[in-house]
T-cell receptor, first 112, second 115 residues
Framework: DAGITQSPRHKVTETGTPVTLRCHQT?????MYWYRQDPGHGLRLIHY???????DKGEVSDGYSVSRSKTEDFLLTLESATSSQTSVYFC???????????FGSGTRLTVV | GNSVTQMEGPVTLSEEAFLTINCTYT??????LFWYVQYPGEGLQLLLK?????DKGSNKGFEATYRKETTSFHLEKGSVQVSDSAVYFC??????????????FGKGTHLIIQP
């Protein structure tokens, strides 16, 4: 969807290095989310934001931090990447449950 | 907590067959219910949704009815095509989350349609 972009699309990094993924929206939606997708697990929520500087933890937040300094940007940081964080990461935006959620195209992260 | 259960598959059907993908959920209160579809190498796209009991969501020949009494939201299509091959996710919102804390997903059902 043109209203939400993720960068980078692919990344390979080494164990122990910091990594930051970016989600950028042009829809001015209030809520933003980071999910990870793994085989056999579906999508699991990492962190979410309900406004600038307002964030909270999701189901699988250990090892991840987030920041939202502007409405349009939501950053996901792996402070010290581990092999268990190899996954596909999706960002999503929403204006509330009844409106649904729009997902980005994903970032495939490989930690070697 | 909230949870969604759906068959994982793969589910393999012939073109023009009838499709049912079962989805049941556990939640306190009245969640909104969604079906998302993911084509190979792509993100998730909203297929259909229902926000209250007995609502029917429909799109592209797919439909699902929100059944509060059986806590289900089964996805159906009368005649599938090869282009329907994808992974389908059932999801719900947290009724007590105030609209902020995102979706809870099932594990996804991989659908393969053979010509």
């Amino acid at each position: 969807d043109a209203g939400i972009t993720q960068s980078p699309r692919h990344k390979v990094t080494e164990t122990g290095t910091p990594v930051t993924l970016r989600c950028h929206q042009t829809e001015n939606h209030r809520y933003m989310y980071w999910y990870r997708q793994d085989p056999g697990h579906g999508l699991r929520l990492i962190h979410y934001s309900y406004g600038v500087k307002d964030t909270d933890k999701g189901e699988v937040s250990d090892g991840y931090s987030v920041s939202r300094s502007k409405t349009e940007d939501f950053l996901l940081t792996l402070e010290s990447a581990t092999s268990s964080q190899t996954s596909v990461y999706f960002c999503a935006i929403s204006e509330g449950d009844v409106y649904g959620y729009t997902f980005g195209s994903g970032t495939r992260l490989t930690v070697v | 907590g909230n949870s969604v259960t759906q068959m994982e598959g793969p589910v393999t059907l012939s073109e023009e067959a009838f499709l049912t993908i079962n989805c049941t959920y556990t939640a306190t209160g009245y969640p909104s219910l969604f079906w998302y579809v993911q084509y190979p190498g792509e993100g998730l796209q909203l297929l259909l949704k229902a926000t209250k009991a007995d609502d029917k969501g429909s799109n592209k020949g797919f439909e699902a009815t929100y059944r509060k009494e059986t806590t289900s939201f089964h996805l159906e299509k009368g005649s599938v095509q090869v282009s329907d091959s994808a992974v389908y996710f059932c999801a719900l919102t947290n009724p007590s989350g105030g609209g902020a804390d995102g979706l809870t997903f099932g594990k996804g059902t991989h659908l393969i349609i053979q010509p």
